[in-house]
């Protein structure tokens, strides 16, 4: 074989092997023609195999074609390789395709009952203030339920709370959080800043607004020089923080045995912003909590001396921040449970 | 307190309008509770004068009337089937078109044949009085024409008198608030007498035989009455302010309680034997027949007005019907006294009769009000019924006491309310509520809290110090906070200013909430709904989970709403299986709930209180979709909770143990109880029970799931095995092995046993332990099955050799043959 007759049949090697690379639709097809004409006994070797029989200074000019066309093969064979990879994943992709549309899988989303969340949302904003939690019973002493908060057995002011009493001699279940002002004295001593929230019962049949089992908030505040002035700023920053910033808020005189001065504590009704509404009968004004300079026999039972010391309760219903909070009419939903309810929380 | 405008008008001046006034009121501390329009609903009915009146020929009970209502108007002709009216009357005329109370509007109608052109009104009608049975008569110089409305139409207020303030349930009580709030002067009715015939002492005696229970009685009585309706106008007023007009002795006595706040008695002069008043206590055996027309069975701690021959009337409460005044009654005597609070408010529970009057009686009365509400009665009795008044009064304590001392600091005054306030403005304020002040004497005793001993001032402190001279009718002022309250109440509570405390702060002190938030916080996040269900359960909830109706640990309530509702809970399981109950009802049957709540048991006679988790799952836990299978709640769903739950807190790993016993309520074969270690490593402590409920329960209880589980979890227990801090402990950095051990043992034998046997023998070198296949059947024996667990072994510090593996491997594998019986499969 001449120079020109190799050269010749290298070239038609080429335009074959790139006809067969063209036409292998598989990799495993690309490997064939892979071997067939690059492997150890490929085309392209036994070809070159015929170098020896040309003449000497042939030699290089026929191993440089057949580098070219080993190059040029190999070229076209990454080439094809890749084409061939990147239709492979195409049609992967292609076969995995969903419906993006539907659903995602069910996760329970879970709810925390808003009685309970406002409770703890009183907490910490009244815990900005350096107010901590204390906790009471909910059977409680008809002592400390009303005797040591200054309300003698008969005394006419027990109309205020309508009491459901036990079988369990001396003993009833809490009408309100006030008896809490007795367990915080008498376990801890001034500087007193406590909260105490807590279940409360009362005998009272069932409406939108009223129920037999209420929550409420007891908030104390004793020591020497604390005031008046300070239960107003508190009450203000409280009625911000739930209620928004500028909201107008009001004092008047409220009574209970347990303090003196007694206070009600009036913010401007949130549903009419108070130009009057049914919610607020009218009056432009909803009464949030009670509250009151703590009573010199309340203290004294407490332990303390009210020559020395003075301070501040509140009590906050718990239920009706709740209301007002979340927009909700009608209480007796607190106690139903109703999932439809729960899941708004 | 309702009270009529019109009517406080006869004791202050008010120049605001009724709102504004509402206003001013609550301000001060008597709250407006509403604002009623009497008369708005009076529309289109004037004052007509009566005609003629005729039989209505095709009528034997109609009447036909001709009324005149206006120089200008048409004559009407009008029926009415009331037998009381006659011709010259002025009557209330509803012409065509008006409308009454309750929306009922009058047109032109016909009656047995004639046309009638409106109404005549009574008094119930417009609600003016409670007369139902004839037409209104209106005073002969009712002017024609004229609108009722602008007549008899009035405003109410609706005042919520605090029970400190008896002495404001009264119109001249609220006079002197209203004087109070604007300056304007109180007008005392003028209470003049005329006195004639015998004294009274020749007709009436008094004797108390308690002073303590009746430190004052006043008794007066007026000769020759005539009784009969009162006027129209005290008819109108005594309506408006919420009391039923009777006649006017009756009414007399009404209208001095509401005017002066004093409840006075008056006793047919008859029906007391030998004009003898015995004031006592009931006898054992004695009976009385009330106004109400009750026999009542007296208890010995009823006071009673008596005579000789028996009781009269049970006293403060309500009088009796064998002295009741009546149309023949023709002497009358006034009783007006005062009785022990305490007493009072005893009896009036006791026999259920609370009225206006012991409402009075129980918050206290003023002394001299016994004198001056019997000359009022006496007054008003002998003006409306006729009659005159027997010279004197029979008074067992005529004596009465001045006005109290009371010293108070002024500085004190400021301190407590935060801002200084001026001593002359002080005084000023103390006046406007008719407390006068003077300069404090050295000795003068500053009374601080009720009961206790007051602070003696001496001669520096008494210079700064004033005494309050307080108005007898202020039985609530006692101690200087109650003086400061009146300057705040006059001043204006919005005058305190408000500022943050600059006090010091408290000392640290942990949040009891916490763990029951992080609780919270763990399960919501897992995908629970938080409940609150009622402390108060019925005995049929406690008798579903074996608890009897009289069981001795229970605490009942006794004065209960409902017996649903009668029994603090024992258990959160009946509210827990009430919420999935009552939302199965909405079709609402895949649940998952927990609930923080107390439960409550006596022990050894004190109520003991215990803070309980309860989570209850019922039907499909995965969630219905598309693309994966229900997991209907079962034992292992709650277990599954729970770890993680103790897990997610830090606590240690709650073991499950098989119950020694099992509740009525539990499923016998599907009941654990969980332990966890105890605080020092010590014996368990029971955490709680994680059950499927028994299906005898859920049937009993309603419920239409049979898939449900529950865990019922002591949170103290909890708490107890939460570490107060967590501490970082460094992960090997060598790796770890994993040895499979197919355990067989017998039916009998507990998993958790086995993996107990297992931990034990493998420390220290387990790292974890899972059990990750139960399996029963050929080959395996009957009666047997394997519990395959996965350990994985590690050494803190450096790469386990195989022997070391295939000692505790080996150490395992003998624990679990000599203390179970069991082998492993090869």
């Given at each position: 074989?001449?120079?020109?007759?190799?050269?010749?049949?290298l070239s038609?090697?080429?335009?074959?092997g790139?006809?067969?690379?063209r036409?292998?639709?598989?990799?495993?097809a690309?490997?064939a023609?892979?071997?067939?004409?690059l492997?150890?006994?490929?085309?392209?070797?036994?070809?070159?195999?015929?170098?020896?029989?040309?003449?000497?200074?042939d030699?290089?000019?026929?191993?440089?074609?057949?580098?070219a066309?080993r190059?040029?093969?190999?070229?076209?064979?990454?080439?094809?390789?890749?084409?061939l990879?990147a239709?492979a994943?195409?049609?992967?992709?292609a076969?995995?395709?969903?419906?993006?549309t539907?659903?995602?899988?069910?996760v329970?989303?879970?709810s925390?009952?808003?009685?309970i969340?406002?409770?703890r949302e009183?907490?910490?904003?009244?815990?900005q203030f350096?107010?901590v939690?204390?906790?009471g019973?909910?059977?409680?002493?008809?002592?400390?339920?009303?005797?040591?908060?200054n309300?003698?057995?008969?005394?006419?002011?027990r109309?205020l709370?309508?009491?459901?009493y036990?079988?369990?001699?001396?003993?009833?279940l809490?009408?309100?959080t006030?008896p809490?002002?007795?367990?915080?004295?008498?376990?801890?001593?001034?500087?007193i800043?406590?909260?105490?929230?807590?279940?409360c019962?009362?005998y009272?049949?069932?409406?939108?607004s009223?129920g037999?089992?209420?929550?409420?908030v007891?908030?104390l505040?004793?020591?020497?020089?604390?005031t008046?002035?300070d239960?107003?700023?508190?009450l203000?920053?409280?009625a911000?923080?739930m209620?928004?910033?500028?909201?107008?808020?009001r004092?008047?005189?409220?009574?209970?045995?347990?303090?003196?001065?007694?206070?009600?504590?009036?913010?401007?009704?949130v549903?009419?912003?108070?130009r009057?509404?049914?919610?607020?009968?009218?009056t432009?004004?909803?009464?949030?909590?009670g509250a009151g300079?703590?009573?010199?026999?309340?203290?004294?039972?407490g332990?303390?001396?009210?020559?020395?010391?003075?301070?501040?309760?509140?009590?906050?219903?718990?239920?009706?921040?709740a209301?007002?909070?979340?927009?909700?009419d009608?209480i007796?939903?607190f106690?139903?449970?109703?999932l439809?309810?729960?899941?708004?929380? | 307190?309702?009270?009529?405008l019109?009517?406080l008008?006869?004791?202050?001046?008010?120049?605001?309008?009724p709102?504004?006034?509402a206003?001013?009121?609550t301000?001060?501390?008597?709250?407006v509770?509403g604002?009623?329009?009497?008369?708005?609903?009076?529309?289109?009915?004037v004052?007509?004068?009566l005609?003629?009146?005729?039989?209505?020929?095709?009528s034997?009970h109609?009447l036909?009337t001709t009324?005149?209502t206006?120089p200008?108007?048409?004559?009407?002709?009008?029926?009415?089937?009331?037998?009381?009216?006659?011709?010259?009357?002025?009557?209330?005329?509803?012409?065509?078109?008006a409308?009454?109370?309750?929306?009922?509007?009058?047109?032109?109608?016909?009656m047995?044949?004639?046309e009638?052109q409106?109404?005549?009104?009574?008094?119930d009608e417009?609600?003016?009085?409670?007369?139902?049975?004839?037409i209104?008569?209106l005073p002969?110089?009712?002017p024609?024409?004229?609108?009722m409305?602008d007549?008899?139409?009035?405003?109410?207020?609706d005042?919520?008198?605090?029970?400190?303030?008896?002495?404001?349930?009264?119109?001249i009580?609220?006079a002197r608030?209203?004087?109070?709030?604007?300056?304007?002067?109180?007008?005392w009715?003028?209470i003049?007498?005329?006195?004639t015939?015998?004294?009274?002492?020749?007709?009436?005696a008094?004797?108390?035989?308690?002073?303590?229970?009746?430190?004052?009685f006043?008794?007066?009585?007026?000769?020759?009455?005539?009784?009969?309706p009162?006027?129209?106008r005290?008819q109108?007023?005594?309506?408006?302010?919420?009391?039923?007009?009777?006649?006017?002795?009756?009414?007399?006595?009404n209208?001095?309680m509401?005017?002066?706040g004093?409840?006075t008695?008056?006793?047919?002069a008859?029906g007391?034997a030998g004009?003898?008043?015995?004031v006592?206590?009931?006898r054992?055996?004695e009976r009385?027949?009330?106004?109400?027309?009750?026999?009542?069975?007296?208890?010995?701690e009823?006071?009673l007005i008596?005579?000789?021959a028996g009781p009269?009337?049970?006293?403060g409460?309500?009088?009796?019907?064998?002295?009741?005044?009546?149309m023949a009654?023709?002497t009358?005597?006034i009783?007006?006294a005062?009785?022990?609070?305490?007493?009072?408010?005893r009896a009036?529970?006791?026999?259920?009769?609370r009225?206006?009057a012991s409402?009075?009686?129980e918050?206290g009365?003023?002394?001299r009000l016994?004198?001056?509400?019997?000359?009022?009665?006496?007054?008003?009795v002998?003006?409306?019924?006729?009659g005159?008044?027997a010279?004197g009064?029979?008074?067992?304590?005529?004596?009465?006491?001045?006005?109290?001392?009371?010293?108070?600091?002024?500085?004190?005054?400021?301190?407590?309310?935060?801002t200084?306030i001026?001593?002359?403005?002080i005084?000023?304020?103390?006046a406007r509520?008719?407390v006068?002040?003077?300069?404090?004497?050295?000795?003068?005793?500053?009374?601080?809290?009720?009961?206790?001993?007051?602070?003696?001032?001496?001669?520096?402190?008494?210079?700064?110090a004033?005494?309050?001279?307080?108005?007898?009718?202020?039985?609530?002022?006692?101690?200087e906070?109650d003086v400061?309250?009146?300057?705040a109440?006059?001043l204006?509570?919005?005058?305190?200013?408000?500022?943050?405390p600059?006090t010091?702060?408290?000392?640290?002190?942990?949040?009891?909430?916490?763990?029951?938030?992080?609780?919270r916080?763990?399960l919501?996040?897992?995908?629970?709904?938080?409940v609150?269900?009622?402390?108060?359960v019925?005995?049929?909830?406690?008798?579903?989970?074996?608890i009897?109706?009289d069981?001795?640990a229970t605490?009942?309530?006794?004065n209960?709403l409902?017996?649903?509702?009668?029994?603090?809970?024992r258990?959160?399981?009946?509210?827990?299986?009430?919420?999935l109950?009552?939302?199965?009802?909405q079709?609402?049957?895949?649940?998952?709930?927990?609930?923080i709540?107390h439960?409550h048991?006596?022990?050894?006679?004190v109520p003991?209180?215990?803070?309980?988790?309860?989570?209850?799952?019922?039907?499909?836990q995965?969630g219905?979709a598309?693309?994966?299978?229900?997991r209907?709640?079962?034992?292992?769903?709650?277990r599954?909770?729970?770890?993680?739950?103790c897990?997610?807190?830090?606590?240690?790993?709650?073991?499950?143990?098989?119950?020694?016993?099992?509740?009525?309520?539990?499923?016998p074969?599907?009941?654990a109880?969980?332990?966890?270690?105890?605080?020092?490593?010590?014996?368990?402590?029971?955490l709680?029970?994680?059950?499927?409920?028994h299906?005898?329960?859920?049937?009993?209880?309603?419920?239409?799931?049979?898939?449900?589980?529950v865990?019922?979890?002591?949170l103290?227990v909890?708490q107890a095995?939460?570490?107060?801090?967590?501490?970082?402990?460094p992960?090997p950095?060598?790796?770890?092995?994993?040895?499979?051990?197919a355990?067989?043992?017998?039916?009998?034998?507990?998993?958790?046993?086995?993996?107990?046997?297992?931990?034990?023998?493998?420390a220290?070198?387990?790292?974890?332990?899972?059990?990750?296949d139960?399996?029963?059947?050929a080959?395996?024996?009957?009666?047997?099955?394997?519990?395959?667990?996965?350990l994985?072994?590690?050494?803190p510090?450096?790469?386990l050799?195989?022997?070391?593996?295939?000692a505790t491997?080996?150490?395992?594998?003998?624990?679990?043959?000599?203390?179970?019986?069991?082998?492993?499969?090869a």
């Amino acid at each position: 074989m001449d120079l020109d007759t190799l050269s010749a049949r290298l070239s038609a090697l080429e335009q074959s092997g790139l006809g067969a690379i063209r036409a292998a639709g598989d990799p495993d097809a690309l490997d064939a023609v892979h071997v067939a004409y690059l492997g150890r006994r490929g085309e392209l070797k036994t070809l070159l195999g015929g170098i020896g029989a040309l003449p000497g200074p042939d030699r290089p000019k026929v191993g440089a074609i057949g580098n070219a066309v080993r190059e040029a093969l190999e070229a076209a064979l990454e080439a094809r390789r890749r084409e061939l990879g990147a239709a492979a994943l195409d049609a992967r992709l292609a076969r995995e395709a969903v419906d993006v549309t539907l659903p995602g899988r069910p996760v329970r989303r879970g709810s925390l009952h808003p009685l309970i969340e406002t409770n703890r949302e009183i907490a910490r904003i009244f815990g900005q203030f350096g107010f901590v939690v204390y906790e009471g019973p909910e059977v409680e002493t008809d002592v400390r339920n009303f005797q040591a908060l200054n309300i003698p057995p008969d005394h006419p002011a027990r109309d205020l709370w309508d009491t459901l009493y036990t079988d369990v001699p001396g003993y009833l279940l809490r009408t309100h959080t006030s008896p809490g002002q007795i367990h915080v004295m008498q376990r801890a001593a001034p500087p007193i800043r406590a909260l105490l929230p807590g279940r409360c019962f009362r005998y009272e049949a069932v409406d939108a607004s009223h129920g037999f089992e209420f929550f409420q908030v007891e908030g104390l505040m004793v020591d020497e020089g604390t005031t008046m002035a300070d239960l107003r700023g508190l009450l203000d920053a409280f009625a911000q923080a739930m209620f928004g910033r500028g909201r107008p808020t009001r004092f008047r005189p409220g009574y209970y045995p347990f303090t003196e001065p007694s206070v009600a504590f009036d913010v401007q009704c949130v549903v009419c912003d108070g130009r009057g509404c049914a919610s607020c009968k009218r009056t432009g004004w909803m009464t949030i909590l009670g509250a009151g300079m703590v009573h010199p026999v309340v203290l004294r039972n407490g332990g303390l001396d009210p020559e020395r010391y003075q301070g501040f309760a509140f009590g906050l219903g718990t239920d009706r921040i709740a209301i007002l909070r979340y927009g909700i009419d009608d209480i007796r939903m607190f106690l139903e449970n109703d999932l439809r309810f729960l899941e708004q929380f | 307190m309702r009270v009529p405008l019109s009517w406080l008008g006869d004791y202050v001046d008010v120049d605001l309008t009724p709102e504004a006034l509402a206003d001013r009121l609550t301000l001060l501390g008597m709250e407006v509770q509403g604002i009623e329009r009497r008369g708005i609903d009076w529309q289109r009915v004037v004052v007509g004068e009566l005609l003629t009146v005729e039989p209505h020929p095709g009528s034997d009970h109609l009447l036909v009337t001709t009324v005149r209502t206006g120089p200008a108007e048409p004559v009407l002709t009008v029926l009415t089937g009331a037998s009381n009216v006659a011709a010259g009357q002025r009557v209330p005329v509803a012409v065509p078109g008006a409308v009454l109370p309750g929306g009922r509007r009058i047109e032109v109608t016909r009656m047995a044949g004639r046309e009638s052109q409106g109404m005549l009104c009574s008094g119930d009608e417009l609600g003016l009085t409670t007369d139902a049975d004839g037409i209104l008569i209106l005073p002969p110089d009712a002017p024609v024409g004229v609108a009722m409305a602008d007549l008899f139409g009035d405003v109410v207020l609706d005042v919520d008198v605090k029970p400190n303030r008896g002495d404001a349930l009264s119109l001249i009580g609220l006079a002197r608030e209203v004087a109070a709030a604007t300056g304007a002067r109180v007008r005392w009715p003028e209470i003049a007498l005329e006195e004639t015939g015998p004294a009274v002492e020749s007709r009436v005696a008094v004797e108390v035989l308690d002073e303590r229970l009746c430190p004052r009685f006043v008794a007066r009585l007026v000769d020759g009455v005539t009784v009969g309706p009162s006027s129209l106008r005290v008819q109108a007023r005594l309506t408006a302010a919420g009391v039923r007009p009777v006649s006017n002795v009756v009414d007399a006595s009404n209208y001095v309680m509401l005017e002066l706040g004093k409840p006075t008695h008056t006793f047919d002069a008859a029906g007391i034997a030998g004009g003898r008043i015995v004031v006592r206590p009931a006898r054992t055996g004695e009976r009385l027949e009330t106004l109400d027309h009750v026999v009542r069975d007296l208890t010995p701690e009823t006071l009673l007005i008596a005579d000789p021959a028996g009781p009269l009337s049970i006293a403060g409460v309500m009088g009796g019907a064998s002295s009741e005044v009546g149309m023949a009654t023709r002497t009358v005597v006034i009783e007006s006294a005062v009785f022990d609070p305490v007493a009072i408010r005893r009896a009036a529970h006791h026999y259920a009769l609370r009225s206006e009057a012991s409402l009075r009686f129980e918050k206290g009365q003023e002394t001299r009000l016994a004198r001056i509400g019997a000359d009022r009665v006496a007054q008003l009795v002998a003006a409306w019924a006729g009659g005159s008044v027997a010279p004197g009064r029979v008074d067992t304590a005529p004596a009465e006491p001045e006005p109290a001392r009371l010293p108070f600091r002024p500085s004190r005054v400021s301190g407590l309310l935060g801002t200084t306030i001026r001593v002359d403005a002080i005084r000023d304020l103390l006046a406007r509520v008719d407390v006068r002040t003077e300069p404090a004497r050295p000795g003068d005793v500053v009374p601080v809290a009720t009961g206790f001993p007051g602070v003696p001032l001496d001669g520096a402190a008494a210079a700064e110090a004033l005494v309050a001279i307080v108005p007898t009718h202020r039985r609530d002022m006692e101690i200087e906070a109650d003086v400061t309250e009146e300057v705040a109440r006059v001043l204006g509570y919005d005058r305190v200013p408000g500022r943050l405390p600059e006090t010091p702060m408290p000392e640290y002190r942990p949040d009891p909430r916490r763990t029951v938030d992080d609780v919270r916080d763990a399960l919501a996040g897992r995908g629970l709904d938080e409940v609150v269900t009622h402390a108060l359960v019925g005995p049929l909830d406690h008798e579903r989970i074996g608890i009897a109706g009289d069981d001795p640990a229970t605490i009942r309530v006794t004065n209960p709403l409902s017996a649903e509702h009668s029994q603090l809970r024992r258990s959160l399981l009946p509210g827990l299986v009430r919420v999935l109950v009552e939302n199965e009802r909405q079709r609402r049957v895949d649940l998952s709930l927990f609930e923080i709540g107390h439960v409550h048991d006596l022990v050894d006679g004190v109520p003991v209180e215990r803070a309980v988790l309860g989570i209850l799952l019922a039907g499909d836990q995965a969630g219905v979709a598309w693309n994966q299978a229900a997991r209907p709640a079962d034992l292992w769903e709650v277990r599954g909770l729970v770890t993680a739950l103790c897990a997610r807190l830090g606590a240690l790993r709650p073991t499950a143990a098989r119950p020694g016993t099992v509740a009525s309520y539990e499923h016998p074969g599907r009941t654990a109880t969980l332990l966890v270690a105890g605080p020092d490593g010590g014996v368990d402590a029971v955490l709680g029970r994680v059950f499927q409920p028994h299906p005898a329960y859920l049937e009993a209880a309603e419920v239409r799931s049979t898939h449900v589980a529950v865990a019922l979890l002591d949170l103290d227990v909890l708490q107890a095995a939460i570490p107060a801090v967590r501490r970082y402990v460094p992960f090997p950095r060598v790796p770890a092995v994993e040895r499979d051990l197919a355990i067989v043992v017998g039916d009998g034998t507990a998993a958790g046993e086995v993996e107990r046997v297992v931990r034990d023998a493998a420390a220290p070198l387990l790292r974890t332990l899972r059990l990750f296949d139960v399996y029963a059947g050929a080959p395996l024996a009957p009666g047997e099955r394997s519990l395959a667990f996965r350990l994985t072994l590690q050494s803190p510090e450096r790469t386990l050799t195989d022997e070391e593996i295939d000692a505790t491997v080996g150490r395992v594998v003998d624990a679990l043959r000599t203390r179970l019986g069991a082998h492993i499969r090869a």
